[in-house]
């Protein structure tokens, strides 16, 4: 396995020595005479402290290499969402919530259960919505998402509570696939989920998706997804889209690519149209 901070210390012939998760080695602050090695450096960020002098420094920007950034992201993020875990920061639920108990839309019972789908009649805003819980990567619940069960209704989608943010959904997938399919709507995900996809994230609208695309696939990268494939929806709106967002996504140190739908959206494909997906997706 690479070890990009190992290889750098013993390119400039620095001496180390291993230490839990860091390498020990004496101080690099120039104005420091470090008898006592006491500079640790974090194995996969690069992030360095001396616990003598308070020095601190990234080893590659240290020595002018820029290109482990997204190694040093992964690491914050894994030391934030640890520390995050200890902090409840998920909203309420919302009241009255009954088990949906029923298949929607051609999505079965065991799929709508495995997302977490139920309705309410706390109130007219909510009631006739079928809802979703949509978690994060520490698992706590950021919003919910509720889809009209009469097509011709407006909105037909509602977040709640209004405002809420809305981060790529699953958070978490089965499986840690090296590559990931974007779609669009929650029930393009069901329904490709239903018939046997398990890389599929909703992006909840491309607008959404545009804003901030390094930080929203961030959690992805560090699962070990190296590849992203677009399916946005076949009308020149959602191709539009995905020719926006491509670039973008490479940009975030993604290999990407676009599958183009036509005439269709993937809420509509047929298991063997999804079949198809997976084994070229794999």
Known sequence: ?????????????????????????????????????????????GIAHCFSCG???????????????????????????????EID???????????????????????????????TDHSDEVSDRIFFPITDIRDKVVAYVGRHQHSDSNPKYLVYPKGASTPPFPAKLDGYPKAIVLVEGMFDMLNMYEHGARNIVCTFGTVKMLSNISAKL???????????????????????????????????????????????????MSAEQVRQIIEYTK
Do not use: W
Not at 26 to 42: A, G, M, Q, V, Y
Not at 100 to 109: K, N, T, Y
């Open 1 to 45: 396995m690479s070890d990009p901070v190992a290889e750098l210390l013993r390119a400039k012939g620095i001496y180390f020595t291993f230490s839990g998760q860091d390498y020990v080695t004496k101080c690099l602050n120039p104005t420091h005479t470090d008898n006592t090695p006491s500079f640790r450096i974090d194995k996969n960020s």
């Open 89 to 119: 920061t998920g909203i309420e639920a919302i009241p009255g919530s009954k088990p949906i108990g029923r298949a929607f839309r051609g999505c079965s019972l065991k799929t709508l259960t495995k997302f977490g789908a139920f309705t």
């Open 55 to 85: 020095f601190k420094t990234n080893l590659f920007k240290y020595y002018g290499i820029l290109t482990n950034t997204a190694s040093i992201k992964i690491h914050k993020l894994k030391d934030k969402i640890a520390k995050l875990r």
């Open 218 to 268: 961030l959690p992805y990268k560090v699962m070990g997804v190296e590849k992203v494939f677009l399916l946005f929806d076949g009308d020149t709106a959602g191709q539009e889209a995905a020719a926006k967002t491509l670039p973008l996504i490479q940009e975030a140190g993604f290999l990407c690519e676009n599958i183009p739908m036509e005439d269709m959206d993937p809420g509509q």
